[in-house]
Structures are given as structure tokens and as C-alpha cells.
């Protein structure tokens, strides 16, 4: 299993920047190919970012190509989802996951951590 614990959301104005990050534990996290996702409300949760543990390749949803930027440092088991000119469209809960294979939007578990909450203001 893994332990999954997100943070650094908050109340943005449109046009703001926010960084995300997530903690794993419990899981070879060097190894791990590892995802952003979110829900907003009375959605179902979709994906966001993606970032492979081998050479770093990144994977973008359409939507946020271009703002946001996901990296990881193995050091500290740690996602980060950097994301600029943030829209009022982004409000929402912020999760991170293992990816169940690279090139695959899924998420590995189907348990999730907390959630970070991002509200943007228009």
C-alpha cells in the first residue's frame, strides 16, 4: 500500500499561481510513475498531469498544457504540481495517485489521499 498526503492549495485569483505537492510513503517511490488529478464539484475526478519515474517525461491533460508543470524529486518522495494562470474552471480537489502503467491516465489504487482544495477566483 501507499500513503498519500497533498498539500499548498488554497484561494487564488484567476491568472494566480499555486505548487502542489504530495508526499508518498510506503511504496518504492523512485519507482513509481505518479499523477495529479482533480474533482470539482458534482464532476467526476479526471486526470491532470503525469510524470514517469525513470527519465521524467511528463503527460498533460489538454486543458492544462502550457500552465501547469508536474516534477518530482525521489529524494523526498515528493510530486509537485506547479501551476500558473490559473483559471476559474481549476477550482477543485487536488489528488495525487500511482499511475497504473505510463501512457495511462488510471490511477494504480482506487483509494486516495485527502486532496489538496484549490478555489479560483474569478
Known amino acids: 500500500q501507499v500513503q498519500l498526503v497533498e498539500s499548498g492549495g488554497g484561494l487564488v485569483q484567476a491568472g494566480g499561481s499555486l505548487r502542489l505537492s504530495c508526499v508518498a510513503s510506503g511504496r518504492t517511490f523512485s519507482t513509481s510513475n505518479m499523477g495529479w488529478y482533480r474533482q470539482a464539484p458534482g464532476k467526476e475526478r479526471e486526470f491532470v498531469a503525469a510524470?514517469?519515474?525513470?527519465?521524467?517525461?511528463?503527460n498533460y491533460a489538454d486543458s492544462v498544457k502550457g500552465r501547469f508543470t508536474i516534477s518530482r524529486d525521489n529524494a523526498k518522495t515528493t510530486v509537485y504540481l506547479q501551476m500558473n494562470s490559473l483559471k476559474p474552471e481549476g477550482t477543485a480537489i487536488y489528488y495525487c495517485n500511482v499511475l497504473s502503467s505510463w501512457g495511462s491516465p488510471r490511477p494504480l489504487y482506487d483509494y486516495w489521499g485527502q486532496g489538496t482544495q484549490v478555489t479560483v477566483s474569478s
Open positions: 510524470v514517469s519515474w525513470s527519465v521524467g517525461s511528463t
